[in-house]
């Protein structure tokens, strides 16, 4: 190993040590690794000879897509935004740590917070009807015989409100979601799917923990 690897591997070993004593649900190892993945995830851009601050949209949606199988440009682009906490059009080293711990290994509740998150087009605390046509239309397999589609999603629309609105307002608090999710579960992911399977999620970590073993 040479010396500028091994001054990198002490660097990484450090920040790993300390961002696993802020975020949730994974040790230090598991962290070290997760920097290492993002170093080359990144690293890819860094050839092109200018200075990167993290993943971009379009870098960290190809991931979405590649890794976890999604494919609803409104919903990726949410997830963008979710983990992008500072807004600042990059997915930084530590915010993509804290995402992935929600996004992998999250708690209900914080679910519950990622996913209204996600589907909180334009970040106003509310999922308005406007935006719940918008997601429900796009993750709907549209019936090409149907003469108007778009009628059929108004309907899921009020049918959905009718089930989470619990406040009467015609769109959806915070506190309405959480409810509604609390009571039937599957509601989690109502607008579309934005947490990946079991099954990519399992390849992922493998697919990470074996870049540690080189
Ligand atoms: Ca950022
Ligand atoms: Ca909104």
Redesign the pocket.
């Known amino acids: 190993m040479s010396e500028i690897s091994a001054v990198s591997r002490k660097l990484i070993q450090t920040l790993a040590e300390t961002i696993s004593k802020q975020v949730e649900h994974f040790n230090k190892n598991e962290v070290e690794c997760l920097i290492r993945e993002f170093n080359v995830l990144v690293g890819e851009t860094t050839t092109m000879g200018r200075v990167v601050n993290g993943l971009d949209r379009g870098k960290f949606r190809s991931i979405l897509h590649n890794t976890f199988g999604m494919t609803d440009d409104m919903i990726m682009d949410g997830v963008f935004r979710t983990f992008d906490k500072d807004n600042d059009s990059f997915v930084s080293m530590k915010e993509w740590i804290e995402g992935l711990s929600v996004f992998l290994r999250g708690t209900l509740e914080e679910k519950i917070k990622y996913c209204f998150h996600v589907y ?5 605390n ?3 009807r406007e ?1 719940m046509f918008h997601m429900l239309k796009n993750s709907l397999i549209r019936q090409p015989t149907e003469e108007d589609p778009d009628e059929g999603v108004k309907d899921l629309v009020e049918i959905t409100l009718k089930k989470m609105d619990h406040d009467h307002d015609g769109r959806l608090s915070f506190a309405d979601f959480e409810k509604a999710v609390r009571e039937e579960n599957l509601l989690l992911e109502a607008f579309g799917t934005c947490l990946p399977d079991m099954a990519s999620i399992k390849a992922f970590e493998q697919h990470v923990y074996e870049e540690l073993e080189q």
């Open positions: 909180d087009l334009n970040s106003d509310y999922i308005s935006e």
